[in-house]
């Protein structure tokens, strides 16, 4: 079987007390993870070392930034590299996400920059893709998506292409009031690894983790998770309440 990964992205939320208590309610559960489930923190920069202390005792629990800059190093005030996240312990970064491209303004091409460097420093990229309401009422998302991933990945082998974990984000359905279906997940989760298929071959793409970035909550994620090309989610909001995202890891395959 695939992986099967439950991502938290808490994005520019808690202060250190309310990330330490979080944590240890999540952690208290002792959730016990079969060898194809993982569960991934991404926590916010400062939290990087105190998230891992937490959780390096725990097997198949890991700790993710939720960026790195596009340089090995440098005069680059205010940014992280991929070296530095390594150093941490963290083992995962998260690049791409539909919000760092609209208020960053970071390119397919950064993108690629960015994953060179993660992969050099040993780490699983977890790399977000997804279309607006724009591009999803136009009928194009396939298009689109498809486009995010060959200006981004495919400069990649096979076996680089297997370091890697997708996210998919329907940003359309992301804070608009629209909702997508697990159906129409899973048409985009397979619509991606058709793509990689045509790219990489079967056998690989059939390898490659892809997660669901679209408002996954405790309630509907088995249904979500249940897809057959659906392994996972990239969580948001819910991610934030411990109640919460320990009934999305308990709902992995």
Same mark, same amino acid.
Request: proline fraction near 3%; charged fraction near 25%; include cysteine.
């Given at each position: ?8 992205? /808490? ?22 993870? *079969? ?84 992969? *050099? ?24 998506? %498809?486009?995010?991933? %060959? ?15 997708? %996210?998919?984000?329907?940003? /359309? ?8 279906? %697990? ?71």
């Amino acid at each position: 079987m695939r992986q099967q990964i439950a991502a938290a992205n /808490w994005k520019m939320n808690l202060d250190y007390k309310e990330a330490k208590a979080l944590l240890d309610g999540i952690m208290s559960q002792q959730i016990l993870l *079969e060898p194809h489930r993982k569960v991934v923190f991404a926590v916010p920069a400062p939290y990087l070392r105190m998230a891992r202390r937490k959780t390096k005792e725990h097997l198949n629990y890991e700790v993710s930034a939720q960026n790195c800059y596009s340089k090995k190093a440098g005069a680059y005030t205010g940014e992280i590299s991929a070296d530095m996240i390594r150093s941490v312990g963290s083992r995962y970064v998260i690049i791409g996400h539909s919000e760092r491209r609209e208020y960053f303004k970071e390119s397919d091409e950064t993108l690629a920059e960015k994953l060179d460097l993660a992969l *050099e420093a040993k780490l699983t990229p977890i790399f977000c893709c997804g279309e607006s309401l724009a591009i999803r009422e136009s009928g194009k998302q396939d298009e689109f998506v %498809a486009g995010q991933l %060959a200006n981004s990945l495919f400069h990649l082998n096979a076996e680089a292409i297997l370091k890697i974990v997708i %996210a998919y984000e329907p940003i /359309w359905a992301i804070g608009t009031g629209k909702t997508a279906s %697990a159906q129409q997940a899973q048409d985009m989760h397979a619509s991606l690894r058709r793509v990689l298929a045509k790219k990489y071959g079967q056998p690989v793409a059939d390898m490659i983790p892809i997660l669901y970035g679209g408002s996954v909550k405790g309630n509907n994620a088995s249904e979500l998770f249940a897809q057959p090309d659906v392994d996972g989610g990239l969580v948001g909001g819910a991610s934030l309440n411990e109640e919460e995202f320990v009934a999305i890891i308990r709902a992995l395959k």
